[in-house]
């Protein structure tokens, strides 16, 4: 197959798409659309290398395999091992067991199964997951598996067949990708191969383009519209665009245009120039090397975005690594003509050494013994389940997730999302002798009369289900007292609106109702931040590290300022935290925070302690 250096500059705009995003650079909002131009450049090459290897009467399943491990796997396995010991120097017990996990399953070309199968609420934040970014090698690796052996299939039937069957596999991945996303379901479209090969068809159509000669004209006019389609995608799409699906269309079509048209004599240097075809060249390391750096760099630094020096100094460092990847990695492995048992007996050796010190730190609870005694003290807090109690028989706990029962003649109620549920410690502490406790909580799910707004990762059908589910259970309790509290979301005059409404509607049920809003959260997991080895990260690190994020504190600072003015009798939580604006995350030295945002059980009873006057001021 002739070298084409157009190719390689579309790969510069696709990894530097991704890197500007990850980076958090304005204005590259939509950059995660790099990978989708991958895909759609990976199903036009593999596509074209075995339509040609065949027609030529030169194919074979061996040959393309190991093509495709002598370019992929060194630098690859070479990543892992950097990231993974990397991990063992900085991480505390908890990372490094997840890093283990996610080592494995990248290795085992699985690292989409797992992310998507880890994908939920709870889920810790992406800035700890040094790996994320190999679900789409491994969605890449698991079309290689399948492709082959279709293109070959369809060799043997009529020539028009194949590119009818193609274009029915990629219609068919392309709605079941809707499908995902509009039944609530975005990440499995996300991560899965099936919704992904509308996006390696694009590329694979090319190849059964008629083959004559097309004017420069039209050559210029595709390279430009394809271009413009990708940037289109990169700058006006964000994390809220949903996707794939059909929003994946623009930067695809892009894509299967810039290639088309890659040779235009006077357009095309935008890809063909030295500097877009070395980033071209190098991009494979870079994508591998990127976000390793991005997260490593993020947890060893204060929480919240770059100052523009330093990103600028991470990205050359990103490319920097690249190209000794590229150059002492990539390069000698696919020049030098390896033999086979020599090629296999590498491979097996470099994996063993990832994959038995991955696999041990994963199945020991990662390696805990590395982390100071006195860190892990520090750490130690209780979380949102520890006070859950004695439940009442005649309840059911569907319904009210948490309960401390003990037969008193009045019940309290906290109803909400989790940022009620770590309300929970608090209230049992301060109630449990006067009172039944319950919690009426869904995570990710703002507590509303029954509409579909201000849901967050969770399909908003089941938000309005469980809602409703709870007005229902309110309209029937007898007369109780309700705690509405709900993590800060959306636009908070249309939250105060909402929440008005609902406190209407459960007073006329003959309630006391009362509105706590939310905590400052520090926006850093401050257990984790604490938790980790000394080998490079010392005490005085961890007074900046685990300070807090101050954008978070400014924003739901004025956030709750406007959900004051607008709930009457808004119980403000934020001013025990923060008196005179300045926020507390640690209390008598320890934690207030289990993760990035949910209170810890002591912090829980301190806040409701804090209040309980304000919790007792209409009549019973």
Not at 236 to 249: I, K
Not at 281 to 289: D, F, H, R
Not at 301 to 330: D, H
Not at 549 to 573: C, E, G, H, V
Request: glycine share 8%.
């Amino acid at each position: 197959m002739n070298y084409r250096p157009d190719i390689d500059g579309l790969r510069a705009i696709a990894v530097g798409s991704v890197i500007l995003y990850h980076f958090d650079v304005w204005p590259f909002t939509g950059g995660f659309v790099g990978v989708d131009v991958f895909f759609v450049i990976s199903g036009y090459l593999i596509t074209n290398l075995i339509v040609k290897e065949i027609n030529a009467g030169e194919f074979s399943f061996g040959n393309f395999y190991i093509r495709r491990a002598r370019r992929l796997l060194p630098a690859f396995f070479v990543v892992l091992a950097i990231t993974f010991y990397f991990g063992v120097l900085v991480f505390g017990a908890k990372d490094l067991k997840a890093l283990g996990e996610s080592t494995m399953y990248a290795i085992f070309s699985l690292s989409n199964f797992h992310f998507w199968s880890i994908a939920d609420y709870f889920d810790t934040s992406t800035k700890l997951k040094p790996l994320l970014h190999t679900w789409s090698l491994s969605v890449e690796e698991q079309f290689y598996l399948f492709w082959p052996l279709t293109i070959v299939l369809l060799f043997r039937l009529p020539r028009l067949v194949a590119p009818i069957v193609l274009a029915l596999m990629s219609i068919s991945s392309l709605a079941l990708a809707v499908f995902w996303i509009r039944s609530g379901d975005g990440v499995t479209a996300f991560y899965l191969l099936p919704a992904r090969i509308v996006e390696f068809g694009f590329g694979a159509a090319l190849v059964w383009i008629p083959r004559f000669v097309v004017p420069a004209f039209y050559r210029e006019m595709a390279l430009v519209s394809g271009l413009g389609m990708i940037l289109a995608s990169v700058l006006l799409y964000t994390e809220e665009t949903p996707f794939p699906g059909f929003a994946s269309l623009l930067p695809c079509l892009g894509a299967a245009l810039a290639i088309f048209g890659g040779m235009a004599p006077m357009s095309g240097i935008i890809l063909r120039n030295p500097v877009a075809v070395w980033i071209g060249k190098t991009s494979y390391s870079s994508y591998l090397i990127h976000w390793p750096v991005v997260v490593f760099a993020s947890f060893m630094s204060p929480p919240g975005v770059f100052p523009w020096w330093k990103t600028t100094l991470l990205i050359g460092i990103t490319f920097g690594l690249a190209w000794m990847l590229y150059e002492f990695v990539e390069q000698p492995f696919r020049r030098r003509r390896w033999r086979f048992s020599w090629a296999a007996a590498t491979g097996i050796l470099a994996a063993l050494a990832i994959v038995l010190p991955a696999g041990s730190a994963w199945s020991s609870n990662g390696w805990g013994s590395r982390v100071p005694p006195e860190r892990k003290k520090i750490a130690q807090v209780g979380g949102m389940r520890s006070s859950c109690g004695r439940t009442n028989p005649s309840v059911s706990k569907k319904i009210f997730y948490c309960q401390k029962w003990s037969k008193k003649p009045r019940d309290i109620i906290v109803y909400g999302d989790s940022h009620a549920m770590h309300l929970f410690s608090g209230v049992a502490s301060s109630f449990e002798a006067e009172a039944n406790i319950y919690a009426m909580f869904f995570g990710g799910c703002a507590p509303q009369v029954g509409n579909t707004s201000f849901t967050w990762r969770v399909p908003s059908q089941d938000c309005v289900r469980h809602n409703k589910r709870m007005m229902n259970v309110l309209k029937k309790w007898r007369p109780s007292t309700v705690i509405v509290s709900n993590a800060a979301r959306g636009d908070p005059e249309e939250m105060a609106q909402a929440t008005n409404e609902l406190i209407r509607r459960i007073a006329a049920f003959g309630h006391e109702v009362y509105y706590i809003g939310d905590t400052v959260r520090p926006g850093v997991f401050l257990d984790r931040c604490i938790a980790v080895p000394d080998y490079l990260l010392d005490d005085k690190s961890m007074e900046t590290r685990c300070a807090g994020d101050p954008s978070f504190r400014q924003n739901l600072l004025a956030y709750n300022k406007t959900m004051a003015q607008i709930i009457p009798d808004y119980i403000d939580i934020s001013a025990v935290q923060c008196p005179d604006g300045k926020c507390s995350y640690f209390l008598d030295g320890k934690p207030m925070f289990i993760d990035d945002h949910h209170l810890s059980a002591h912090a829980s009873r301190f806040i409701i302690r804090s209040i309980r006057t304000k919790l007792m001021q209409k009549p019973h």
